[in-house]
C-alpha cells in the first residue's frame, strides 16, 4: 500500500494550482510545519488524471470538508456547463430548464440556501423565471474560463453568510498563477436533437456555433501579468410539454357537496357515469385544465473576462478584474388547451385509496366550448458584470493583509417589443365531449366532435407581461493573516456588503376570453396545422388513435396585429414598458467582523484545529409601488377580473444581528487517512419576494373561490442553521480516494406561508349579488351553472347598473360584463403573507470513492448521497403546508479512460423523486413532486498532437424526458420531452 505524507499547510494549497484565487477567498492561510516532509509530486493539470489528482488535494487540505472540480486544461472544464459539472459531486444535485444544468441543492437545501462566490466576492443574481428568487443561475457562465469549482460544505469564520447547504467558489485563471506565455483558441459544432421535434417554421439551425479563447502572458521580470478569454455560443433548443399546467380543482372530500365544484353524491343525477367513486373519507382531485404546448428556443451567450495583475515586489500583488456574461433567449411557443368545469356532467374513472386522481376523466356539454390554440413570442436578456480589485501584501514574514473590493451588477429584462413573456389565445367553439386519459406516460386528449372548420379559429383573450430586475452588490473586504508562535496563525478582517435587488412588473390584459373580434377577421391560412404525436414521439401514448391529432401554430406577429386592428386598440394588444404596475426594491447592508485561531496540535495523532466566530449585522430597507384594486368584473364562465387603477406605497425597516461560530477539527490518524468534524452555526437568507412589502392582487378571481394576493415580510430573519459535519477519508493512492461523510443541520426561522382570508381595497363581486340571487331564485338556474345565471343577468338587466351586453358567443351564450356593484358582497380574498414560524432537521451520509486502476488508463469514480427530514409533506392535508423543497437522494457513477492520445468518460448521474414546490400552478396549496431521473453523458478525446486535439461529447445519450405529479402517482401535472445534445469540436494550444 502506497502512503503519502502529511503536506505542510504552508504549501496545502499551493499544489491545487489556484493558491492566488483560494487566497482571494482568504482560504490558503499559511502555517509552517517544519517537521513534516512535502512528498506530494507537484500537480500539472494536463488531463483527466492530473484533474483528478488536483480535486483531491483541494479536498485533502483544506479545513472543514470540501470538495471541488479542477479544470482538466485551460480552457477544458470536464462538462460544458458548471452546474453539471456540480452535480458529479456528492451531496449536489441540480435542476434542469430546457434539458440543461441551471440551479443546484447541495445536502437537500435549495438553490435559495446556496452561496455562489466568484473569486471570493458574493455574485448578484437575476432570473425572470424565478422573479426575486436568490438562486444563482449556473447556464448565465461558460465553462471554458473557469479553472476550478470549490463546494464548502461546511461554515468558516471567513466566509460570507449566506450558504447553509454550501458556498461554492468559482475561481477563474489568473496570469501568476501560470506565468509565461499561454493560450488556446476552441470550436464547436452543436447539434441539438430537440430542435428536431417543434413546430416546422419556428425552428432554429440544425446545427449551431460555439467558439471561445484564451490568452494568458506574464512578464520576463515577473512583474506585469494580463489575462484575457471570451466565448460565443449560440443553441437552437426546443422543449415540448403536456400536462394540468394550472394544477387539479380542489381537492375535496367524497362525501363534499360544493355546487359546481364536486362529484355527484350517489344516488344523484351524474352518479351513474362514475366508475370506482372516491369513498366518503378519501381525499379526490379533478382535473381544471389540460394542454399540449411546444416551445421553440435560441439563445446566444457571450462571456468574457479580463485580467491584469501587478507586482512590483515580491511581497505585493496587485489585481484588477472585469467580467461579463450576457444571455439572450427567444421562446416561440404553441399550445393547445382545454377547461374543464361543469362535474355534474362529467363521466370519470377512479382508483382505489384514500388519496386519489381520476385515470380518466370526461365532461359533456349542452353547446360547444371552445378550444384554445395559443401562441407566445417573447425574449429576455441578462446581463452579469463585475469590476474588482483585489491586493495582498505580506508585511513582514509573519503577516500577510489582504484588501478586495467589487461592483458587480446582474440585470434581467425584456429583449422584445412584445414583453418579457405573453400569450394570445385564440379559440375554435366547436369542442363537444372532452376526455383525457392519464393511464399513459403522455395523457392523451380526445376530442371526437371537435371541427375547427365550421368554427373557425378567432381571437379571445391575452396579456402581456414586462418583467425587470436589477441586483447590485458593492462589497469591501479587508482581512489578515497573523503567525503566532510555531504551529499557529490568526485569521481577522472585516467586510461590508450592500445589496440591492429591484423588480418591476407589468401587466397588459385582455378578459375577452369568450372572442375578442370575430372569425371572419382571420384567413383561414394563419392557422397552421402540426401532427401532434410528432412533438411526444418518446412519450408511451403518443401514437393512440384517440389523441387528438393537431397542433396549431401561427405567426404571432401577424395575429397580434389583426387583433389590434379589428379591436382598435393597438395599446391593448402590447406590453406596458414605461410605468410599471409594481416597484420593488430591497436594500440590504451588512457589516461583518471575523476572527479564527488556526493550531497544528503535534500530538500522538497530529491534528488541526480551527476556532472562529463570524459577527454579522444587517439592516433591511424596503420600498414598494403596486398598484391597487378598483373594481371585480365578471366577464367568462368562471372569471372575475380585477380592475386596477391608482397607485399605492409602503416603506419598511428592519434589523437583525447573527453571531456565527465555527470549529473545524481534522485529524491524521495515518499519513494517508484523515478524520474530520464541524461544529458551526451558518444563515441562509430569505428570498427577495419573501421580504418586499407591497400587496399583490391576483388579476383574475374565481366565481367559486374569491381572489388571491400576496405580500412580503420586510422583518423576516434569515433562516439559522446549526450544523455538524463528520467525514472519514482515506487516499490510499495519488489519485484515489474512499470517504465516508455524515451531516445533520437543526435549522430554526423557516418563513413559512400564512394565509389570510380577508376583504381588500373594498372591492364587490357580481357573485351573490340581487341579480345573482334573482337568477337563483327566478331564472331556474342552480350555482353550478354559472353560464345559465350570466345568461339570464345579461339577458334581463342589460342596461342596469354594472350590466353591459355586447352580443352572443359562437357558442350560443350571451356576451358581456356584470360589474360588482357597493350594495353586492365583498370578495373575498386568501392573502399570502410569510412569518417565521418554522423548524426542520435535515441530516445524511455521503459515500465516495475515486479509484484509478494502476498505469492502465481506466479509473472510476462514485458516490452515493442519502438525505432524510421527518418533515415531509402530508398528501392528505388540505391546508398550506410547510416541508423542504430539493430533499433527495442522488447517485454518481463516471467510468473514464485516458492515454497520451485518449480520453473518454462516461458518466451516469441519477436523483430520486422530490418536492418541488408546494402551490401549483394556480397559486393553491398543492404539492408539485418531480419524479426520478438518470441521465448518461459521454465526452471522448482525441490528442493529435501537443498542440491540437479533437473532443466529441453527448449530453443525455439516452434521451430521458422528465415529469413532475400531483398529489398521488397517477396525478400527472406534466411530461416534458427534450432530447440529446451532440458536440464536436477541436482546441489548439499555442
Not at 365578471?634 to 399605492?648: D, H
Not at 392535508?877 to 410547510?882: I, K, R, S, W, Y
Request: glycine content about 8%.
Amino acid at each position: 500500500m502506497k502512503t503519502f505524507s502529511k503536506a505542510p499547510r504552508q504549501r496545502r494549497l499551493i499544489s491545487v494550482a489556484v493558491a492566488g484565487a483560494c487566497a482571494a477567498f482568504g482560504l490558503a492561510q499559511a502555517q509552517d510545519n517544519t517537521a513534516a516532509t512535502d512528498t506530494t509530486p507537484s500537480v500539472v493539470v494536463t488531463g483527466i488524471r492530473a484533474s483528478m489528482q488536483s480535486t483531491l488535494n483541494l479536498k485533502r487540505n483544506s479545513d472543514g470538508i470540501v470538495d471541488g472540480i479542477v479544470a482538466e486544461d485551460m480552457g477544458k472544464f470536464p462538462d460544458t456547463n458548471l452546474a453539471e459539472s456540480l452535480q458529479r459531486i456528492s451531496g449536489v444535485s441540480i435542476d434542469r430548464s430546457n434539458g440543461e444544468g441551471q440551479k443546484v441543492t447541495v445536502r437537500g437545501l435549495g438553490p435559495d440556501f446556496n452561496l455562489v462566490l466568484l473569486n471570493g466576492r458574493q455574485m448578484p443574481t437575476t432570473d425572470l423565471s424565478d422573479l426575486s428568487g436568490r438562486s444563482f443561475d449556473f447556464s448565465n457562465l461558460a465553462s471554458e474560463s473557469i479553472s476550478q469549482l470549490q463546494v464548502y460544505k461546511t461554515g468558516r469564520a471567513d466566509s460570507p453568510s449566506g450558504g447553509i447547504g454550501a458556498t461554492i467558489n468559482v475561481v477563474t485563471g489568473r496570469p501568476f498563477d501560470n506565468p509565461g506565455l499561454h493560450a488556446s483558441v476552441g470550436v464547436k459544432a452543436l447539434k441539438d436533437t430537440s430542435n428536431d421535434h417543434v413546430v416546422d417554421a419556428f425552428k432554429g439551425k440544425s446545427v449551431t456555433p460555439e467558439v471561445s479563447g484564451i490568452y494568458t502572458n506574464t512578464s520576463a521580470d515577473g512583474r506585469f501579468g494580463v489575462a484575457v478569454s471570451g466565448s460565443y455560443q449560440s443553441r437552437d433548443s426546443g422543449v415540448n410539454r403536456a400536462g394540468l399546467f394550472n394544477g387539479y380543482q380542489g381537492p375535496y372530500l367524497g362525501s363534499a357537496v360544493i355546487d359546481g365544484q364536486t362529484l355527484p353524491q350517489p344516488g344523484q343525477p351524474g352518479s351513474q357515469n362514475i366508475t370506482n367513486r372516491p369513498a366518503p373519507d378519501a381525499l379526490y382531485s379533478i382535473p381544471q385544465n389540460f394542454g399540449y404546448n411546444s416551445s421553440a428556443i435560441q439563445r446566444q451567450r457571450t462571456n468574457g473576462q479580463l485580467t491584469f495583475q501587478f507586482r512590483p515586489v515580491k511581497d505585493l500583488t496587485t489585481t484588477v478584474d472585469y467580467t461579463f456574461s450576457e444571455n439572450k433567449i427567444q421562446t416561440k411557443r404553441s399550445e393547445l388547451s382545454v377547461w374543464f368545469a361543469q362535474t355534474p356532467t362529467s363521466t370519470s374513472t377512479w382508483p382505489s385509496g384514500h388519496v386519489v386522481s381520476p385515470l380518466t376523466y370526461q365532461e359533456v356539454y349542452p353547446t360547444p366550448q371552445d378550444i384554445s390554440v395559443v401562441g407566445g413570442d417573447f425574449a429576455t436578456k441578462t446581463k452579469n458584470k463585475s469590476l474588482g480589485f483585489n491586493t495582498v501584501w505580506k508585511a513582514t514574514p509573519d503577516l500577510k493583509v489582504e484588501f478586495d473590493a467589487h461592483h458587480s451588477t446582474a440585470e434581467s429584462g425584456a429583449d422584445s417589443p412584445f414583453g418579457s413573456e405573453n400569450t394570445l389565445s385564440n379559440a375554435s367553439f366547436s369542442r363537444g365531449t372532452t376526455k383525457v386519459d392519464f393511464t399513459t406516460e403522455l395523457p392523451v386528449l380526445t376530442m371526437p366532435a371537435a371541427n375547427l372548420a365550421a368554427a373557425p379559429i378567432q381571437a379571445a383573450g391575452s396579456w402581456f407581461h414586462n418583467s425587470y430586475e436589477k441586483s447590485t452588490i458593492k462589497q469591501a473586504q479587508a482581512k489578515a493573516n497573523l503567525k503566532l508562535l510555531e504551529a499557529s496563525d490568526l485569521n481577522f478582517g472585516v467586510s461590508y456588503t450592500d445589496t440591492t435587488n429591484r423588480s418591476t412588473y407589468s401587466n397588459v390584459q385582455n378578459n375577452t376570453w369568450g372572442g375578442a373580434t370575430k372569425p371572419s377577421d382571420y384567413p383561414a391560412s394563419l392557422w397552421t396545422a402540426n401532427p401532434m404525436s410528432s412533438f411526444f414521439n418518446k412519450l408511451g401514448g403518443s401514437n393512440s388513435p384517440n389523441l387528438f391529432a393537431t397542433l396549431y401554430s401561427f405567426d404571432f406577429a401577424t395575429v397580434r396585429q389583426l387583433t389590434a386592428n379589428a379591436v382598435g386598440n393597438q395599446a391593448a394588444y402590447l406590453p406596458n414598458m414605461t410605468k410599471p404596475d409594481t416597484d420593488r426594491t430591497l436594500q440590504e447592508k451588512t457589516t461583518s467582523a471575523y476572527a479564527s485561531f488556526n493550531t497544528d496540535w503535534d500530538t500522538a495523532i497530529p491534528f488541526h484545529s480551527s476556532v472562529g466566530l463570524r459577527l454579522e449585522r444587517t439592516k433591511v430597507t424596503s420600498v414598494a409601488q403596486v398598484l391597487p384594486g378598483t373594481a371585480v368584473v365578471w366577464v367568462a364562465q368562471n372569471e372575475l377580473p380585477i380592475t386596477f387603477g391608482g397607485q399605492a406605497f409602503s416603506n419598511t425597516d428592519a434589523s437583525y444581528t447573527n453571531v456565527l461560530p465555527a470549529l473545524n477539527l481534522d485529524a491524521d490518524i495515518r499519513s494517508d487517512m484523515k478524520l474530520r468534524a464541524s461544529l458551526g452555526t451558518t444563515i441562509g437568507r430569505a428570498r427577495y419576494d419573501q421580504l418586499q412589502g407591497g400587496l399583490t392582487l391576483g388579476t383574475i378571481a374565481n366565481v367559486f373561490t374569491g381572489g388571491t394576493a400576496s405580500v412580503g415580510n420586510p422583518a423576516l430573519k434569515p433562516v439559522k442553521s446549526k450544523n455538524l459535519d463528520l467525514s472519514w477519508e482515506w487516499y490510499y493512492d495519488k489519485q484515489s480516494v474512499l470517504s465516508l461523510a455524515y451531516f445533520r443541520k437543526q435549522m430554526d426561522n423557516y418563513a413559512g406561508q400564512t394565509l389570510v382570508s380577508q376583504s381588500l381595497y373594498d372591492l364587490h363581486t357580481p357573485v351573490g349579488g340581487a341579480y345573482y340571487k334573482a337568477a337563483l331564485s327566478t331564472g331556474g338556474c342552480t350555482a353550478a351553472d354559472t353560464n345559465c345565471i350570466r345568461n339570464y343577468i345579461l339577458g334581463n338587466f342589460d342596461g342596469q347598473p354594472g350590466v353591459k351586453k355586447t352580443g352572443v358567443k359562437p357558442d350560443g351564450m350571451l356576451d358581456g360584463t356584470i360589474t360588482g356593484l357597493p350594495t353586492d358582497p365583498i370578495l373575498n380574498f386568501q392573502t399570502t403573507t410569510y412569518a417565521n414560524q418554522k423548524s426542520a432537521d435535515v441530516s445524511g451520509a455521503e459515500v465516495n470513492v475515486q479509484h484509478m486502476f494502476g498505469q492502465s488508463g481506466f479509473g472510476v469514480q462514485a458516490n452515493y448521497t442519502y438525505v432524510h427530514s421527518p418533515l415531509k409533506y402530508n398528501n392528505a392535508d388540505v391546508n398550506d403546508q410547510f416541508a423542504i423543497l430539493g430533499l433527495s437522494n442522488s447517485a454518481n457513477l463516471v467510468g473514464i479512460f485516458e492515454n497520451k492520445d485518449w480520453s473518454v468518460r462516461v458518466a451516469y448521474n441519477w436523483r430520486d423523486s422530490f418536492l418541488a414546490a408546494t402551490v401549483d400552478g394556480n397559486g393553491r396549496a398543492a404539492p408539485v413532486y418531480t419524479d426520478a431521473y438518470g441521465q448518461v453523458d459521454l465526452s471522448i478525446g482525441y490528442n493529435f498532437n501537443k498542440n491540437l486535439s479533437f473532443q466529441a461529447e453527448a449530453i443525455n445519450l439516452t434521451d430521458r424526458t422528465t415529469r413532475q405529479h400531483g398529489r398521488t402517482e397517477a396525478a400527472t401535472l406534466n411530461v416534458t420531452q427534450a432530447g440529446p445534445r451532440y458536440m464536436l469540436g477541436l482546441r489548439y494550444k499555442f
